[in-house]
């Protein structure tokens, strides 16, 4: 059996090393159009302020390494260029020589990615202008933010690649300014909730001009300025559009894949396309959010590996299901953490709940203890069923591990009087008797 992978990186890779181990004797062919099989992609940021030194940490694995170790045939620098979905059968070329050819396959895993939005502003062609998806993009960013008369970077877009490419510009030296159309940063989160952020950034030099969209950029070859709706004139010697991402579809839709309501492919929790043995992982598809039941769409690398290895499972004769998400993510911006998971109270409403908001404010361990800190903690209870549906945290050391226990207790159906009862590790470095999971438990439950 010939098992075909389009597109490499987490979902990719990972589809590609679970059919193997489910099939030792499948014949495993891997395209990817671009020059690296498997990176990082969440450590561009920081290999570009210099945090991670060397191009080479943040390759996961190497084509010869990939193809070594999991006996599958890796083809960089080969586009797919068409699938025939009668014959069972992906058209190629070669993206330097421009070579073509074709190969058949019995089952087929499509793992295209997404694509950086780049809107047709006038003046985005100018040079200096990127978007980061990349480690090669990486590599463009880093080399031109570092050249001498590079003083001033315009950000375009606050969400969570943006915000951490501030704080990495800051980190180069260079004065950093965000756009963001939303009234707030970090979109996805409260307005309560980001303007604690928006305090942090102001007093780590970045400036920020919210609810404000881009004209257009002006410059002569390359940007010099960034005008807004508004009418700014915002000096820029180099610009990041960090605007979001879409998924990349088309070969997919040009050969009949079905597309969901979010844009992105729909699969079943088998990874399944409408199409017999095609499927689909990573950010190209949907996923089905495990408290709302509702297909959504979150290109995060967590999610790319988790139905990675559903689809390899699956197209190498296995029956694995993915579950859902919950769209949990979390970003390091300067001193701060920001963490989030679940429903907010809008989609809470959205979806049907009666929702109960609580915000309580928490030290991250004992407070007697050196080093405390706060905790921001905002948690979303259904009224009828006492249920946890989501929760944000903005606040310091500590937040990880605070996020991780909500968002367990979400997958779980937990209800506020239990998360009173989980037995979390408590020692003064790490934590209070009632832990910050606790007493938010505690304060919902008093007010349901």
């Not at 987490?10 to 090393?17: D, K, P």
């Not at 030194?53 to 996961?60: D, F, G, K, S, T």
């Not at 390359?222 to 508004?230: A, D, F, G, H, R």
């Not at 990880?400 to 020692?427: G, W």
Request: net charge negative; with cysteine.
């Amino acid at each position: 059996m010939r098992i075909a992978v389009v597109g490499g990186v987490a979902a990719g890779t990972s589809a590609a090393a679970k059919a193997r181990r489910v099939d030792p004797d499948a014949e495993i062919v891997l395209f990817d159009k671009g020059n690296d099989i498997s990176y990082a992609g969440c450590g561009l940021p920081y290999y570009i302020s210099g945090l991670i030194p060397e191009r080479e940490q943040l390759i996961v694995n190497t084509a010869e390494s990939f193809k070594e170790k999991y006996n599958v045939d890796v083809r960089l620098k080969h586009e797919v260029t068409e699938i025939d979905t009668i014959i069972n059968m992906l058209h190629y070329k070669n993206v330097d020589t421009g070579e073509e050819g074709v190969v058949g396959y019995d089952k087929l895993i499509i793992s295209t990615g997404a694509r950086p939005v780049k809107p047709p502003i006038p003046g985005i062609d100018l040079d200096n202008i990127f978007t980061l998806r990349t480690v090669d993009s990486a590599d463009e960013i880093k080399k031109t933010a570092q050249k001498d008369q590079i003083k001033e970077v315009a950000i375009i877009g606050a969400g969570l690649i943006g915000l951490e490419m501030a704080e990495s510009f800051s980190k180069l030296g260079l004065k950093v300014k965000v756009i963001e159309m939303q009234p707030n940063v970090l979109p996805q989160f409260s307005g309560e909730m980001a303007e604690i952020v928006e305090e942090h950034l102001r007093k780590k030099g970045v400036e920020l001009i919210l609810n404000d969209g881009v004209k257009e950029f002006l410059g002569g070859q390359k940007v010099e300025k960034v005008i807004t709706q508004s009418g700014r004139e915002i000096k820029a010697d180099m610009v990041l559009l960090s605007i979001g991402v879409k998924p990349e579809v088309t070969l997919a839709e040009k050969s009949g894949v079905e597309l969901g309501e979010t844009g992105a492919i729909k699969v079943n929790n088998r990874m399944e396309t409408n199409i017999k043995d095609i499927y689909a992982a990573g950010d190209c598809a949907e996923s089905t959010d495990i408290v709302s039941g509702e297909s959504v769409w979150v290109p995060l690398g967590s999610t790319a590996n988790k139905q990675g290895r559903v689809a390899g499972e699956n197209a190498a004769g296995g029956n694995y299901e993915h579950k859902g998400i919950q769209k949990t993510g979390i970003t390091k911006i300067f001193d701060l953490t920001a963490a989030t998971t679940g429903l907010s109270e809008k989609e809470a409403k959205e979806s049907g709940f009666d929702p109960l908001t609580i915000k309580i404010k928490d030290s991250n361990h004992a407070g007697y203890y050196p080093g405390v800190s706060k905790l921001n903690i905002k948690g979303v209870f259904d009224k009828k069923s006492r249920r946890l549906l989501g929760a944000e945290i903005i606040g310091g050391e500590g937040s990880d591990k605070r996020i991780d226990v909500l968002s367990t207790a979400i997958y779980s159906e937990l209800k506020a009087e239990d998360l009173f009862q989980i037995d979390l590790a408590y020692a003064p470095p790490y934590s209070s008797p009632k832990d910050s999971a606790a007493v938010l438990g505690m304060v919902a439950e008093k007010k349901l």
